[in-house]
């Protein structure tokens, strides 16, 4: 990995010129017949993946709205195409938005339209051939499906959609990424994203426990399948051991410790992440996110909070209520998803993200902290891309900008905003998202993630910003793998509740 | 003989316009919507939505955040198109409705202006690199197709007049089935060729744009996933097996 070096800043935040080619290559390592096989997907590359690729294609084209849309609307009007953290980085032009998506809609144009049946030339129609669908498998695993492009095009297409169903069409001919679907694989087997095993899992929360009497001299516990518990953690399972994610998870206990809630983990659900967003595959999209309705059904919990994970809060958020049931308001006849609803507390949204159960107490006057524990940070705050465009928080739209940011103006004294065309719905992406969180598309990550670089740079020189808080768990794990590439200390970035835990008076209240 | 022949090919036209838009829209529509996909922070109320649709398609929202350039040019081209259709409008009503005639001297203008537009779309696609690596031959056809809408139009006007009260004639007939006489001047007729080609290519091409915002998922959902459970049919059948 000596050769991947980090793109230079740009002087001016110009658009970058193009590079045809710059990113062509073979893509991340392709998914071994094994972690094909344990998914019901074909094992390698079928022998007649063009029939089955086109057919696939059909059927997607009718089970979504989103994808028949979005290969009609676009008229090429430019308007995405500076927008991607993969295009700034790269320079290659088929990571501009509007051309990743031409990689499908050429396909579709030429098999599903009367023109491109007719005319393939004149409107940009293709055979599907094996040229076409190796580009497809490099391309569509450099987009991190952040929906940044979502926010600019007119019509909102959203590349994201796009790139889901092609990953959903690869996996269904065998030509599957190894990365997503060992996760998915281990989620199944072993219960969480990080193949920590449930005795493991138990051990690693005896350990926190001690340090934490250490640290602070309180019994702050972490319980795990407590039946009868009122709140249901679900937290990437990265916050167990991996650094910083844990000291938001220390975090999380002490809000917990410090309001008197009784709470729990599940090593059923010891997993917030869902990969199966990432591969566009529905059934994996469901079976994974039915995990936590069966945790929540045999622990008997009240209600069902998110930690610190973008894309794992957007499935929850936004599709947990249409998997799972994990939700309100479903109809008298729905007796699948009442089963569970009659059993949580609709006093609160359900699911409820972490920030907003503790920006909550804080409103209830139920925490105490001191804020000068965290004097020696200055604080900037980068919106994760799957909380900020895919999901909200609290009752108005925008809370999923607000409340995270209330909360560390609770809790610390020096706060400042980046540059506003690269915040709140304008955020990019950490560059590791979409399951590319990889090491072999580490070349892809650091340059995707010079945008996000560019402004903090500009903060740390202007402010002396030390600490970038976020809520995620990919962008933690993103952040201190590149940033030291981009001259930066890895210690930079931090949760949102890593910055509560240092703040907050136990036993005050 | 001109006259029958341009008004079977308008009938056919008109037809397949209509046709073809309707079964797209009719695709659209039935078409499920499985997971909740709006682009947040997004209104969590039907007339949120209305708001935010009627931002989108009269004010172009998102474009004006993304670029001022296609922002304006486009803006430009179509604020221009739909005075300049109103403006039409006086072809195929009599007596002329009142606010047609008010406008008539505004959509006369329009038709400079929606040729401006067009031009400067156009000059994007050759002059910005981005731009020029994206485009299709078609989309340089579209804009050459609607250019020489604009520009014939406008001669017509402003250089060689045809006898308008006889293309009224023609339009008023053909809108009861008594076809009447069309001027037989060359301008018109290229004008006419070219609406229809743009009436019978519209249900094929990107002109889908106009239609298919309005069912973009990503703008016309409510977000309220948390309140509200939102199930497709064929998510639901998942369902009933399991359970």
């Known amino acids: 990995m000596a050769d991947i070096v980090a793109p230079a800043y740009r002087t001016f935040p110009i658009i970058p010129a193009l590079k045809p080619g710059a990113m062509e290559g073979k893509g991340p390592y392709v998914a071994n017949e094994k972690l094909n096989e344990a998914l019901g997907f074909p094992g390698q590359l079928v022998e007649d993946w063009h029939d089955r690729a086109i057919a696939k294609m059909g059927e997607l084209l009718s089970k979504y709205r989103s994808l028949r849309v979005f290969m009609d609307a676009c008229v090429h009007c430019g308007a995405c195409t500076d927008k991607c953290h993969y295009f700034i980085g790269t320079q290659d032009p088929k990571n501009m938005p509007v051309a990743r998506q031409d990689l499908m809609r050429s396909v579709y144009r030429r098999y599903f339209t009367l023109p491109g049946k007719l005319f393939p030339k004149l409107v940009g129609a293709r055979d599907l051939t094996r040229e076409v669908l190796d580009e497809w498998y490099n391309y569509y695993n450099q987009c991190s499906e952040c929906r940044r492009c979502s926010v600019f095009c007119p019509y909102g297409i959203d590349t994201a959609e796009i790139t889901m169903a092609a990953r959903e069409i690869l996996d269904s001919i065998g030509y599957g990424q190894k ?99 990432f591969i566009g595959n529905y059934d994996q999209l469901r079976k994974i996110a039915l995990r936590i309705r069966e945790a929540a059904l045999e622990l008997g919990v009240k209600r069902i909070v998110v930690g610190e994970c973008g894309h794992a809060w957007r499935v929850a958020y936004s599709f947990w209520n249409t998997l799972s049931g994990v939700g309100g308001g479903a109809g008298e006849v729905d007796r699948f998803a009442q089963m569970l609803q009659k059993q949580l507390d609709h006093r609160y949204k359900q699911p409820t993200h972490i920030c907003e159960f503790t920006w909550d107490m804080i409103e209830r006057n139920a925490l105490t902290f001191d804020k000068s524990a965290n004097d020696k940070h200055i604080i900037t705050f980068h919106d994760s891309c799957n909380v900020a465009r895919g999901s909200s928080m609290g009752n108005l739209p925008g809370g999923q900008f607000e409340i995270p940011r209330n909360i560390i103006k609770a809790v610390a004294n020096n706060f400042v ?93 | 003989m001109a006259s029958i022949v341009f008004a079977i090919m308008f009938y056919l036209a008109t037809l397949l316009f209509v046709v073809g838009l309707l079964y797209r829209i009719n695709t659209y529509a039935r078409t499920p919507a499985p997971l909740k996909i709006p682009t947040t922070p997004a209104p969590t109320t039907t007339g949120g939505v209305v708001m935010r649709m009627t931002r989108e398609v009269v004010f172009f929202e998102s474009l004006f955040k993304s670029n001022l350039w296609i922002w304006g040019l486009g803006m430009m081209f179509h604020a221009s198109l739909a005075l300049v259709l109103m403006r039409h409008l006086r072809y195929f009503t009599e007596p002329v409705w009142g606010w047609v005639a008010l406008i008539q001297p505004f959509g006369m203008y329009a038709g400079i202006t929606m040729l401006l537009g067009l031009c400067g779309l156009w000059g994007r696609r ?51 089935f008594n076809i009447q006489a069309l001027p037989a001047d060359l301008l018109l007729l290229v004008h006419l060729s070219l609406v229809m080609s743009l009436l019978v290519v519209f249900p094929f091409s990107k002109l889908l744009h106009a239609p298919g915002v309005f069912f973009s998922p990503t703008r016309n959902q409510k977000d309220n996933p948390r309140e509200q459970r939102h199930l497709s049919a064929w998510a639901k059948k998942l369902e009933s097996e399991k359970n």
């Open chain 1, 179 to 277: 990365y997503s679907n060992e996760i998915i694989g281990k989620v199944h087997r072993i219960g969480n994203n990080l193949g920590l095993p449930g005795p493991a899992l138990i051990d690693t929360l005896e350990g926190l426990e001690e340090d934490v009497k250490d640290a602070t001299g309180v019994d702050v516990r972490f319980p795990i399948d407590v039946k009868g518990a009122e709140v249901l953690l679900v937290t990437p399972s990265a916050d167990f051991f991996a650094e910083p994610h844990i000291d938001s998870l220390i975090g999380y206990a002490k809000v917990f410790h410090a309001t008197g809630t009784s709470w729990t983990l599940s090593s059923m659900a010891s997993e917030a992440g869902n990969f199966g967003m």
């Open chain 1, 417 to 509: 905003e980046m540059a506003p065309n690269t915040t709140r719905e304008q955020t990019f992406c950490c560059g590791g998202g979409g399951g590319l969180l990889t090491d072999d598309l580490l070349d892809v990550r650091v340059k995707g993630a010079l945008p996000r670089m560019e402004v903090l740079q500009q903060v740390v020189d202007e402010h002396g910003v030390n600490f970038m808080a976020t809520i995620c768990a990919i962008c933690k794990a993103q952040f201190t793998k590149v940033m030291p590439i981009y001259g930066f200390d890895r210690r930079m970035v931090g949760g949102v509740h890593q910055l509560v835990s240092n703040a907050i008076q136990l036993g005050q209240k």
């Open chain 2, 126 to 176: 050759f002059f910005v690199e981005r731009i020029r690596y994206i485009s299709t031959p078609s989309d340089h056809l579209m804009l050459l197709l609607l250019i020489g809408i604009a520009a014939s139009g406008l001669m017509m006007k402003f250089v060689v007049h045809t006898d308008v009260i006889a293309v009224k004639g023609y339009f008023l007939g053909l809108m009861h």
